[in-house]
């Protein structure tokens, strides 16, 4: 069976850094694009990182693009997102997302996602 667990959130401080990881057990995470989402409650689900499995280029939203950085630990089939430069608006659940074919595919194993929390 495909899961993913992802793990590394909590309180963070404004500034600050985070590691969030997704591991993946069943199957073998490096031929997978993966993306990673966050859920703010409100608001619809938004992707703001992915690593494609073809190549492992890698993809980021603006709001996220020179802080975050998402990277693969093949030693332990798992994706990496180092968060760094905290602000509060990072706020929300992240969860990570496999596919199989690319980063706009429709993501088949999902995980059950992991709080961040930004504050002082």
């Known amino acids: 069976q495909k899961q993913l667990v992802e793990s590394g959130g909590g309180l963070g401080q404004p500034g600050g850094s985070l590691r969030l990881s997704c591991a993946a057990s069943?199957?073998?995470?490096?031929?997978?694009?993966v993306g990673w989402f966050r859920q703010v409650p409100g608001k619809e689900r938004e992707i703001i990182s992915c690593?494609?499995?073809?190549?492992?280029?890698?993809i980021y939203v603006d709001s996220v693009k020179g802080r975050f950085t998402i990277s693969r630990d093949k030693a332990n089939n798992a994706v990496l997102l180092q968060m760094n430069s905290l602000i509060p608006g990072d706020t929300a659940v992240y969860l990570c997302?496999?596919?199989?074919?690319?980063?706009?595919?429709?993501?088949?194993?999902w995980g059950q996602g992991t709080q961040v929390t930004v504050a002082s």
């Open positions: 690593i494609e499995g073809s190549d492992d280029r890698t």
């Open positions: 997302a496999a596919d199989l074919l690319s980063c706009r595919g429709r993501y088949d194993v």
């Open positions: 069943g199957f073998n995470l490096d031929i997978y694009s």
